[in-house]
């Protein structure tokens, strides 16, 4: 990750990209052609962070839901995931840029597949930005999988049902590695989270913006970065707690 950012920096952001279809369908055109202009955001967005020095984003690209989609749809989005995977994976390892994919890998083509575990493993040693794609991705299957993990553990003999803590349900989550996201952005005018990383987000500060996710520019994400600086996170404290500094706060949060 990037050398100490300021703490109005946030370490983690996780970004909901919505508005591809809409971007398209005011300009007549057919969805999948708002789905390329939003492969071009993406890059905005990454470029964004490396330029602040975010050490970690994670992007909705394919919720599980999105699957229910009509096919021709569908069909589009997996050309885009297949193009975007040989045209960007080499320049993201460049430029230091670690990329992984959490969701449910096994319902892609075997050649996307193939080029996930590939651009995996030719970045897995960055440390500038730490890239997570979401795809066939959701919270709640997320956290089913996690149990069914910890079960798995349990009638192995490996772990005590009574030693299941938040902790332990943690280490078996999408993202484990990583701090929590410490801001969230949704573009598409919509206020809700579509089963986005829904453990993850508990004490994530929301951003919202009417801006289709193809008409991204860095201005708007500053703007989003400018909101949470001013934000006074409590995480259940009270305001003067936070006041007195974090050492406070881990105290009181540790209980
Ligand atoms: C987000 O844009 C991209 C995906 C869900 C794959 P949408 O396709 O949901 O765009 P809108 O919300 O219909 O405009
Ligand atoms: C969330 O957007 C998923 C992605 C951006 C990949 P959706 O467009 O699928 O969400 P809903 O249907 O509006 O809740
Ligand atoms: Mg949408």
């Known amino acids: 990750m990037a050398a100490a950012p300021p703490a109005s920096i946030p370490r983690h952001l996780a970004v909901i990209m919505d508005g591809n279809g809409r971007w398209a369908e005011r300009r007549k055109r057919p969805r999948a052609i708002g789905h390329r202009a939003g492969a071009r955001a993406v890059n905005v967005c990454i470029d964004f962070c490396l330029d602040k020095g975010i050490g970690a984003l994670t992007l909705f690209a394919f919720s599980s839901e999105n699957w229910g989609r009509p096919e021709e749809e569908v069909g589009a989005l997996m050309k885009l995931f297949l193009n975007a995977l040989e045209r960007e994976v080499d320049e993201l390892h460049r430029r230091g840029v670690r990329v992984r994919f959490i969701g449910n890998r096994e319902r892609f083509a075997a050649p996307i597949r193939e080029r996930m575990d590939n ?137």
């Open 119 to 255: 651009a995996e493993a030719l970045t897995a040693g960055n440390t500038r930005l730490h890239l997570s794609i979401a795809a066939s991705s959701g919270g709640r299957q997320d956290i089913a999988r996690a149990a069914r993990a910890l079960a798995a553990d349990v009638a192995a003999g490996r772990l005590r049902a009574d030693d299941i803590d938040e902790a332990a349900v943690a280490a078996k989550m999408a993202l484990a590695d990583l701090p929590a996201p410490d801001l969230f952005i949704r573009t598409g005018g919509d206020h809700r989270i579509s089963n986005f990383l829904l453990w993850q987000l508990a004490y994530t500060e929301l951003w919202f913006t009417e801006t289709l996710w193809p008409d991204l520019d860095a201005a708007l994400l500053q703007e989003a970065l400018d909101d949470f600086a001013g934000r006074e996170r409590r995480f259940g404290l009270t305001g003067a707690q936070i006041a007195k500094g974090p050492q406070q706060s881990t105290e009181s949060t540790a209980a």
